[in-house]
């Protein structure tokens, strides 16, 4: 068969050499697309959410509140947590040293050491670190016995419940009231700077959170207390492994968690 019998056919030549753009319809989204109509800010939208969002958590706390009284402990963590939310930024690491200040400083629902743990089963699992605050909630009410000494578990689980649904109805609230004003938000300078001064903020919040809690894993009993070497060594082994070696993070964290369970084990027996 000859060569001009097996050539491929030549596509149309095009001016410049270039294919023309091909065009892929509604699904690509850019800076050209004109934005949904649900996405524009209605103020009569807006006031039925946050109209819906306040009954919603009155109900809640009325509830609680008549069950418990005010004074109650699912009470108070649903009041507590409500303000956790509303007052915080940053995001889990904002919000931490708040709920330690709160959990076990001021209403002594677990002691520093249980936060301690939270912290670290918050770490070491999979998920949002904020679900930190639904471990508060458990142990919380397990120690203060809300439904007695006979139904601790479902003490624990109402106080994980409760402090979940106080802390995630203001946060969904807001990305309801917030996301049509999202398209006006850009390159506007009177907001942005305004955040980029919270984000310097956190910042410093999320250092302080750092040497906070390593305080409190190197010396649990305080600075008359004895050091924790071994938690020091573990922790000096994963910076170095994070910035000089470049191991990934998940791999740290897993053999952290190891090392930590034998140090335990080691010390317990």
């Given at each position: ?31 050209d697309t004109p934005t949904p109509p649900h996405a524009f800010f209605d103020p009569v939208r807006c006031a039925k959410i946050a109209a819906i969002s306040i ?177 020091a060594l573990i922790g000096c082994a994963a910076l170095y492994a994070l910035l000089w070696r470049e191991v990934g993070v998940i791999r740290v964290i897993a ?15």
């Open positions: 068969m000859s060569q001009r019998m097996i050539q491929q056919p030549r596509c149309p030549p095009y001016e410049n050499d270039e294919e023309p753009e091909k065009s892929y319809g509604r699904a690509l989204i850019d800076d009954a919603i958590w009155a109900i809640a706390i009325t509830m609680l509140s008549a069950k418990f009284g005010w004074d109650g402990l699912l009470t108070q963590m649903g009041w507590f947590f409500t303000k956790a939310a509303l007052l915080t930024f940053g995001g889990a690491y904002a919000v931490l040293p708040y709920v330690f200040q709160g959990g076990v400083e001021q209403y002594q629902w677990l002691t520093a050491g249980q936060m301690i743990d939270g912290l670290a089963l918050g770490e070491s699992t999979p998920g949002p670190l904020i679900m930190v605050t639904a471990f508060v909630g458990f142990v919380g009410a397990w120690n203060g016995a809300a439904f007695g000494p006979d139904q601790l578990f479902l003490a624990g689980a109402a106080g994980a419940l409760v402090v979940s649904f106080f802390t995630f109805l203001p946060s969904f609230a807001f990305i309801f009231l917030g996301a049509p004003l999202i398209e006006t938000t850009h390159d506007n300078l009177r907001l942005t700077a305004p955040l980029t001064g919270i984000t310097a903020a956190v910042v410093g919040v999320i250092f302080n959170l750092a040497t906070f809690f390593a305080w409190h894993v190197y010396w649990p009993q305080g600075w008359s207390g004895r050091f924790e070497w071994p938690a053999a952290c968690a190891v090392a930590g369970l034998g140090v335990f084990w080691m010390f317990s027996n």
